[in-house]
């Protein structure tokens, strides 16, 4: 096996562990949240960290943007230019830093009246997002130093630091609860991963190698700022729009429904953001080596293995799907003890979720990968428009199922359709994408209709358990045979043999 396959395999394989450990922090640090806080509380922390996510836009998208050009020149670590964009970007990040952190403190003050928290709780939420911004301008303004592990493909090393922060964490989440600090202990449960991982990522760095030797770094250049400022603009402008799509919910519901609405949506949701971050791992882990191929100027071999990656993508998301409908809505009643209810109806949307915005990330990736995003720049922020126009029309009568099929119907209306469209230009034949929807969309009707049948016989009870898996089982070999390609099928039979 190549250099190459075992940093992609080496990188799957952490990922999914990152992924596994941060299922386990997030079915006991929630349960233990609610213990503690209750769900009024719960959902005002909620509501923290989606406006802390739209401060984080101050970063500009400079780290996509640097990740993205430090491996146009990887194989010329001390040539100078590599070493320029690190330094131009370590500058950058600083300032931006510093103003994550100024604005986040003065949003503070206005945020509990604009967002209509009860006057008891209007302090904790004030000091909260001013824990929650300052870590987040501190872990800005130090990202460059992990900047080249994207570039070489080394994902394996921030995932096992995933692994690493997310347990410390776990950590001092109990101890602040124990102590009796409240809801300030979810903030400090971040302070961590900010120390860490900085420290770590240089460590890494410097003994693999992937920072200049001395001597060879160059200089800060204001024509490389200019050109990351360039890139970064069109990340900052999806960005802007993957917040108004994904992190306007909380805030919806907050103002028009209320935190207890807030609360549940925010639980409610939580497998489903798992299963993306189970499925998005498989293009995240697969890009920086498409890239290379890219640069390379191998079209053909890009085609073959983007298209790869979109078969697995769908594969996992259906399995993901399949497993929502049957099974989050008792996981949730049981998880929170009856505290959160939530509706298969509800489950039925985040399943298509699922699929469609798994497949549309991966069309939307290809303008990353071969860096040039201004045909799909403004896909989010069109997406995220008519998002917030459905769902304030919605919530008042329909609540959370309301803002949950607002979603659903934006994405499917402006980036499934655009983004599908525009990939066409980089992709030899969009067949194998018809293949894939039909395939998908048989398996999970079927699914649907047994889902309704067992839950009629068997509502809420642990019965339903056994039968999920039995059926995601099932699935699975369905959709094993149905869309993944003969060739990916032997692939991967064949790896499972040798190791």
């Known amino acids: 096996m190549g250099t190459r396959s075992k940093r992609f395999a080496s990188g799957v394989v952490t990922s999914y562990g990152a992924i596994l ?13 609610l213990h503690y806080l209750g769900k009024e509380q719960f959902g005002l922390w909620a509501l923290a960290l989606q406006i802390s996510g739209y401060m984080a836009l101050l970063e500009l998208g400079m780290s996509s943007a640097i990740s993205r050009f430090l491996a146009d020149h990887k194989d010329d670590v001390n040539g100078g230019e590599y070493g320029s964009l690190l330094l131009t970007g370590g500058i950058v990040f600083g300032i931006q830093g510093c103003m994550i952190a100024i604005a986040g403190a003065v949003f503070s003050y206005a945020a509990p009246s604009l967002f209509h928290i009860p006057p008891d709780l209007a302090s904790d939420f004030r000091w909260v997002l001013v824990l929650l911004t300052s870590l987040s301008g501190f872990t800005i303004a130090t990202r460059s130093l992990g900047g080249p ?9 921030t995932n096992l630091l995933a692994i690493v922060t997310l347990v410390v964490s776990y950590g001092v989440l109990w ?26 990522l240089c460590i890494v760095c410097l003994r693999n190698g992937y920072y200049p030797t001395r001597g060879s770094w160059g200089g800060p250049k204001w024509v490389l700022f200019r050109k990351l400022f360039a890139f970064g603009k069109d990340v900052l402008i999806m960005s802007s729009g993957s917040q108004l799509v994904n992190a306007s919910q909380v805030m919806i519901l907050s103002r028009l429904a209320g935190l207890d609405a807030a609360a549940t949506f925010s639980v409610g949701t939580k497998f489903y953001t798992m299963g993306q971050q189970f499925v998005w791992k498989v293009l995240d882990n697969s890009a920086p080596a498409l890239t290379e191929i890219f640069v390379r100027g191998e079209r053909i071999r890009f085609n073959e293995r983007f298209w790869n990656v979109v078969s697995v993508t769908a594969f996992l998301a259906t399995i993901g799907a399949s497993g929502l409908m049957m099974g989050n809505q008792i996981l949730v009643t049981f998880w929170t003890s009856g505290v959160i209810q939530w509706s298969l109806g509800a489950d039925v949307i985040l399943a298509a979720l699922l699929i469609v915005t798994s497949l549309s990330r991966c069309f939307v990736g290809i303008f990353g990968l071969v860096g040039d995003l201004r045909p799909v720049r403004h896909i989010y922020f069109l997406e995220g428009c008519l998002f917030i126009l459905l769902a304030l029309a919605a919530v008042r009568h ?34 194998p994408l018809v293949h894939i929807i039909w395939s998908t969309l048989v398996i999970t009707l079927v699914v649907l209709v047994v889902a309704v049948a067992i839950k009629v016989s068997h509502p809420l009870t642990i019965v339903v358990i056994p039968l999920s898996l039995l059926l995601i089982f099932s699935v699975t070999l369905a959709v094993w045979l149905m869309i993944l390609p003969p060739k990916i099928r032997q692939d991967i039979a064949l790896r499972i043999k040798k190791t």
Request: net charge positive.
């Open 21 to 33: 450990v941060n299922v386990f922090y997030t079915l006991f640090s929630v349960r233990m949240a």
């Open 149 to 157: 592990l994207w570039a070489f493909q080394r994902m394996d090393i």
């Open 175 to 200: 101890m602040g609860f124990r102590a009796g600090y409240g809801i300030y202990s979810l903030a400090y449960a971040n302070i961590p991963t900010a120390i860490l991982s900085p420290v770590i």
């Open 398 to 431: 329909f609540g959370v199922i309301g803002v949950l099929a607002a979603s659903l119907v934006a994405h499917l209306s402006v980036t499934m359709v655009i983004s599908s469209r525009v990939a066409s230009t980089w992709l030899d034949s969009m067949r």
